[in-house]
């Protein structure tokens, strides 16, 4: 399933991508779903070209109300694996849970484009693929049936959480001014 946000930060192209790409752990404070932001690796695959590793952990804010009494710590983190390409302003990137691996897989590409004024433009686009018959103990028949429920709330789960990224570095920028 693909979902896209696109949202407009009132800053110069260049800071909104500096920020993204080189504090995003810096970002956490400003995202209510989110307790800590931890790069966990950065190198230079080329001149121009970075790849990051952050771990996420969100708290149970992330979890519809219902399902919080079971969700623990662990299926509430997640890596973040990044892949910078200055010339383009654009991120190419991927999800890997911490727990239960496999359940899922979600990645897409994120760019930063101008958009007039000393403005930007943020564009978040990405698919989601659910795996329900991983899940130990859930019959395939069944899996099948649940995918595209699974997905569809996944995605309303997750697209108000991932507005919430433009909006941090929003406010992160005008702190900084």
Known sequence: MEFEHIEVI??????VYEVLRDHTADLAPYLPQVTAIKELSREEESPGVTRVLNHWQAND????AAVRPFVSQKMLAWHDHARWVDAEHQVEWHLETTY???LFECGGVNAVEP???GHSQFRLQGTLIVHPERVPGVPRILAKRLRSKIEDWMIQMITPNLAELPRAVQQFLDRRV
Do not use: E, F
């Not at 804010?61 to 519809?64: D, E, I, K, Q, T």
């Open 115 to 117: 958009h007039g004024d």
């Open 61 to 64: 804010r992330s979890a519809p």
């Open 10 to 15: 009132s800053h110069p192209i260049q800071s």
């Open 100 to 102: 239960l691996a496999r």
